[in-house]
């Protein structure tokens, strides 16, 4: 671990996390002054009665989000190109989350497009309106303008749900992805390592008694180690939950894949690592004091920013190591955002909703540094220059090759806290020595299959 002087506090990072929002929502506003007239004429090619509701109004709830932000110097071109009037209302996210389900809970009819942020929940209780019927509707919606194939497969399958219908759409996304000290390994003649057993070799040849060979999560938290070691676990050729709904994380290949992942924290990470979230993590490689990190692409946005922090200039960016001949499954999120089922416009709220998620619509957001969900966005120009050209690159591969099924399975089940929470308890186990990997796992399976079965 590095010294006091030398390593970032948390206010530093969470100041700069505020910044990068604010940011957000100055940087589109030029972009937006530089490309209004290609936006234009991007909108202009839809085969889309865009005047149809002309004269109504419609409000977005979101929480305080690089989302909201980035959309919000588009909604004067929509009510431009539409005659719709938009108001953006934001919360913090603690806020959003226990005040949105009372007020969708009491029928309100507003607001018209919402973020979700637990979509099992919002389908279930009925909040969220199926969308299938507003894409088959050709007078709202121009398919082949619209270029589904464009969006990450993981971003189209995100929103799928058990009956067939998908009820929201991914807004951004965002998937684990390996980072790297350059200088460090130029130091002691090291590569970036393309698979797990050079990842393992190369953090332990880098752990040094000031600098941990790498760090990522393993707090016993559901929103921590799950997150970072289940693209381990997937990588491994794992699942888990399979396709008939059983725990299977005493599988041979979740175990390999977890033992692996607890190997790297217990004999080459940074000292109480079995208390590391992601903040930890990502403060521990921005300042030096890790070697190598593994958690999600949107952090390069913050590596690579020299104000928030002590390595942008050393920092590589690559694919999630390759475990034996399984391909690569770095884990994924997308943010969600639908239409409310009681909002009383509800083909006006499809029609913004579709106009932000464009293909002109990200490339807007995208130029303000957005992580949206197209391919397109995310090798434009623009973006690339917020982003980086490499981080940029890494992040597509590894969007590309993530596993929404499996992730949906766990993450997205209506018993989803009841399996995470064991698997982190499993993951800490792990890492801080307390268990092997087959003891935490088959006692986390037996516990969770009861859990299921209950």
């Known amino acids: 671990m590095m010294n006091r002087e030398t390593r970032l506090s948390r206010r530093q990072l969470m100041t700069g996390a505020a910044a990068a929002a604010f940011g957000l929502t100055v940087a589109p506003r030029l972009s937006f002054a530089q490309t209004a007239e290609e936006a234009r004429a991007g909108f202009a090619g839809a085969d889309v009665d865009w005047m149809a509701f002309k004269g109504e109004s419609l409000t977005i709830e979101a929480m305080t989000h690089p989302w909201s932000a980035a959309i919000e110097p588009l909604l004067p071109l929509f009510t431009e190109l539409t005659g719709i009037s938009v108001k953006l209302n934001t919360q ?10 009372i007020k969708l809970g009491a029928k309100s009819a507003e607001p018209d497009v919402m973020m979700i942020h637990a979509l099992g929940q919002f389908v279930s209780a009925g909040w969220a309106e199926p969308l299938d019927a507003y894409y088959a509707d050709k007078a709202l919606f121009d398919a082949a303008w619209y270029d589904q194939d464009d969006i990450f497969a993981m971003a189209r399958d995100f929103p799928a749900q058990t009956d067939g219908q998908n009820y929201s759409m991914s807004i951004t996304a965002e998937a684990q992805t390996l980072f790297a000290n350059k200088a460090m390994l130029g130091e002691a003649g090291l590569a970036v390592p393309a698979t797990m057993d050079d990842l393992l070799a190369t953090a332990l040849k880098l752990k040094t008694d000031t600098v941990a060979g790498i760090a990522m999560r393993a707090k016993s938290d559901s929103s921590a180690g799950p997150w970072t070691c289940g693209g381990f676990v997937f990588s491994y050729g794992g699942e888990i939950i399979d396709g008939e709904g059983r725990c299977v994380l005493d599988s041979d290949a979740a175990i390999a ?39 999600s692409s949107n952090f390069a946005t913050d590596i690579s920013n020299p104000e928030k922090s002590l390595v942008a200039g050393d920092a590589v960016y690559a694919a999630l190591p390759r475990a034996g001949e399984h391909p690569i499954k770095p884990n994924i999120w997308a943010w969600q955002a639908g239409i409310n089922a009681y909002s009383k ?21 995208a130029a303000g540094g957005l992580a949206t969900v197209r391919n397109s966005a995310w090798k434009s120009e623009a973006f690339q220059k917020r982003f980086g050209a490499e981080a940029s690159a890494a992040a597509l591969l590894n969007l590309n090759s993530g ?21 982190a308890v499993a993951i800490n186990q792990v890492v801080t020595g307390q268990a092997d990997a087959r003891a935490a796992l088959t006692a986390a399976t037996t516990k969770i299959n009861a859990a299921l079965k209950g």
């Open 257 to 295: 894949g977890v033992e692996m992942y607890g190997r790297l924290l217990r004999e080459a990470g940074p000292i109480g690592v079995g208390n590391y979230h992601w903040y930890e993590a990502l403060n521990d490689f921005s300042s030096g004091a890790a070697a190598l990190g593994c958690d």
């Open 345 to 365: 416009k509800k083909k006006a709220a499809f029609l913004l909703l579709s106009f932000l998620n464009s293909k002109p619509g990200c490339l807007i957001s």
């Open 92 to 101: 913090s996210e603690t806020e959003y989350t226990s005040q949105m389900p």
């Open 403 to 423: 596993d929404a099924k499996i992730f949906k399975a766990a993450w997205f089940h209506k018993k989803s806290s009841e399996i995470l929470d064991p698997f």
